[in-house]
């Protein structure tokens, strides 16, 4: 244990210092930079900040080790104890925003079915916020979790969710405007895929042509996680089939 963190830090130093010396950072930026760190803490942005940067390098290595789906972030807005739903995510009951109905199959990576998986699906409200996080919106409104049949089949309603900003007001969006980059992540949903015996799979879908796809300020858009335009009876579908790794890949990459 020791010996790994020795050389995961080590290594993370020695690439700093290779980024302060090509750029030739003077000790008036290096004491600023520091600053920023310490502003970024007292606003209790850190964790914020180095998801932005980080997160997606952690979900890289995941895809690398393991295999099936590609997983990316789960972001901040996961809530563990969202309820079991039928047919529908609950949603606002004024929602007149465009009806999407997500389906699919969970399979192992063979492709056979795995039934009774538990998949967790949380989105955005129209407007752009989270249910339990902003605006006292009810923590089980646009989420829930669904379980799989026996041909390891799901399908839920809810309406498309839309492009919405990181906080953008404090010390991290002020480092992303400095640099040129903006706040914002493209329209998504979030999925979590948990079965016995299996690796858990953390993944969303993107919408082809949707706004900031391919600017993603928190750089967790994959082509494959890119859904085409598909409507059935003019309703807008997402069907994503999730391949799940055997928890013991996973056990043996850890080890
Ligand atoms: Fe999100």
Redesign the pocket.
Same mark, same amino acid.
């Given at each position: 244990m020791s010996n790994r963190l020795e050389a995961v830090v080590a290594d993370i130093v020695e690439g700093i210092r290779g980024a302060l010396m090509k750029h030739d950072v003077t000790f008036d930026e290096y004491r600023q930079g520091i600053g920023y760190i310490m502003k970024t803490v007292e606003a209790g942005e850190l964790p914020l900040m180095i998801d932005a940067f980080l997160n997606t390098t952690i979900c890289q290595i995941e895809n690398r080790n393991f295999g099936g789906s590609t997983s990316t972030l789960e972001?901040p @807005?996961f809530l563990d104890d969202a309820p079991f739903v039928e047919g529908a995510l609950k949603t606002y009951e004024d929602d007149r925003h465009e009806p999407l109905l997500l389906r699919g199959r969970v399979l192992d990576l063979a492709g056979a079915p795995v039934a009774d998986a538990i998949i967790d699906v949380w %989105?955005?409200t129209p407007d752009g916020h @989270?249910g339990g996080f902003h605006n006292n919106i009810p923590r089980d409104f646009y989420r829930g979790k669904l379980r799989t049949d026996a041909a390891g089949g799901y399908e839920v309603r809810t309406t498309v969710p839309v492009a919405y900003k990181i906080p953008d007001q404090g010390p991290v969006g002020a480092l992303l405007e400095a640099m040129g980059r903006h706040s914002w992540?493209p329209a %998504?949903v %979030?999925y979590k895929v948990r079965a016995p015996g299996f690796h858990t799979l953390t993944t969303q879908a993107y919408f082809e042509g949707g706004e900031y796809v391919d600017s993603d300020c928190c750089e967790g858009v994959h082509s494959e996680l890119i859904h085409a335009d598909v409507r059935e009876s003019g309703i807008k579908v997402i069907e994503t089939d999730f391949e799940l790794a055997p928890a013991l890949a996973h056990a043996a990459a850890a080890a």
């Open positions: 972001g @807005y %989105h955005s @989270y992540r %998504h %979030h």
